[in-house]
């Protein structure tokens, strides 16, 4: 498992989230789903004593049918994120998550309800 599926792993024990988990893309049968999306970002590595510090950039994408459930779950993912440091992830330590701008009403349409997203950036050590 990497890194992004150890965090994934980390949220679905420690929030309510009652959506099924997709990665890079939303299931087309799915109408309640949340996506991670892993995008390349920075993605410089320091060494860091004996272990190396990876930096990257990951998305999140939450979408329902009840815009009011979609705001919720990505409130709910957005306060959990805003600053979360110094945590284990399975075999991922995490040195730092940071969702500085929130999260954001990205679209609403008959087909695929709401849609909103959060984009984060990671510090951690595998």
Not at 87 to 111: L, V
Request: proline share 2%; net charge negative.
């Amino acid at each position: 498992m990497g890194w992004l599926e150890n965090l994934v792993d980390h949220l679905k024990t420690s929030l309510s989230l009652t959506s099924d988990i997709f990665f890079e893309t939303f299931d087309s049968t799915a109408p309640d789903c949340i996506c991670f999306i892993h995008h390349p970002g920075i993605g410089n590595e320091q060494e860091a004593g004996t272990n190396t510090l990876h930096k990257a950039e990951f998305g999140i994408r939450i979408r329902n049918q009840d815009m009011e459930t979609a705001e919720n779950q990505a409130k709910t993912l957005s306060d959990y994120l805003k600053l979360k440091s110094s945590f284990w992830a399975d075999t991922t330590w995490f040195k730092r998550i940071t969702n500085d701008n929130g999260f954001y009403h990205a679209s609403t349409d008959a087909i695929n309800g709401t849609i909103y997203s959060l984009n984060c950036y990671a510090e951690y050590e595998e």
